[in-house]
């Protein structure tokens, strides 16, 4: 994961480079690619490790949870 994210920051900024001195086209082009790789492939994947093996319940607002919540914040 770190070497995918380190390879679409390397994109983005080569698109910069070959946007400001060879052609704009190619580098927005570049950057366009980078930006929907991070956005449907490493977030996916980042989402899913740091996810991985925890309930769900622990992190919503249920009734149990705000009961707890508020049980703490009287001591």
């Given at each position: 994961m770190k070497i995918l994210g380190i390879a679409i920051l390397i994109a983005i900024g080569i698109g910069f480079y070959i946007r400001t001195?060879?052609?704009?086209?190619?580098?927005?082009v570049i950057?366009?690619?980078?930006?929907l790789a991070s956005a449907f492939v490493l977030m996916p994947i980042f989402?899913?490790?740091?996810?991985?093996?925890?309930?769900?319940?622990?992190?919503?607002?249920?009734?149990?949870?705000?009961?707890?919540?508020?049980?703490?914040?009287?001591?």
């Open positions: 001195f060879d052609d704009q086209a190619m580098g927005d950057i366009g690619v980078a930006v989402l899913y490790i740091r996810w991985n093996g925890k309930k769900l319940k622990d992190y919503t607002l249920t009734k149990e949870n705000m009961d707890r919540m508020r049980d703490k914040g009287l001591d």
